[in-house]
Nanobody, 115 residues
Framework: QVQLVESGGGLVQPGGSLRLSCAAS????????MGWYRQAPGKQRELVARISSVGSTDYADSVKGRFTISRDNDKNTVGLQMNSLKPEDTAVYLC?????????WGKGTLVTVSS
């Protein structure tokens, strides 16, 4: 059974940093494309960053240069380092795994950027 559990969200001031982590179980995460999405109140879910099974990365234009996605294969986790956070980054951040054309999701972690 595939399970994805996010952690690391919280309240941070504009300009601050947070690091999110997605712990995967039931799969060897490095074998699959993994990603981070976010959903703000009243808005559609959007891709933030993703990393392929071979390590190539892709970012939303709004986070390029500020966010970095990475894998820790020993811990079977995928991380998202978020720097220079802005109020518009406020959202629930969800971890995603694409396995054989099936999308798996975690429950999400809330990131609030506010002074």
């Amino acid at each position: 059974q595939v399970q994805l559990v996010e952690s690391g969200g919280g309240l941070v001031q504009p300009g601050g940093s947070l690091r999110l982590s997605c712990a995967a179980s039931g799969i060897i995460s490095r074998r699959y494309a993994m990603g981070w999405y976010r959903q703000a109140p009243g808005k559609q879910r959007e891709l933030v960053a993703r990393i392929s099974s071979v390590g190539s990365t892709d970012y939303a234009d709004s986070v390029k240069g500020r966010f970095t996605i990475s894998r820790d294969n020993d811990k079977n986790t995928v991380g998202l380092q978020m720097n220079s956070l802005k109020p518009e980054d406020t959202a629930v951040y969800l971890c995603n795994a694409q396995i054989n054309d099936i999308n798996y999701w975690g429950k999400g972690t809330l990131v609030t950027v506010s002074s």
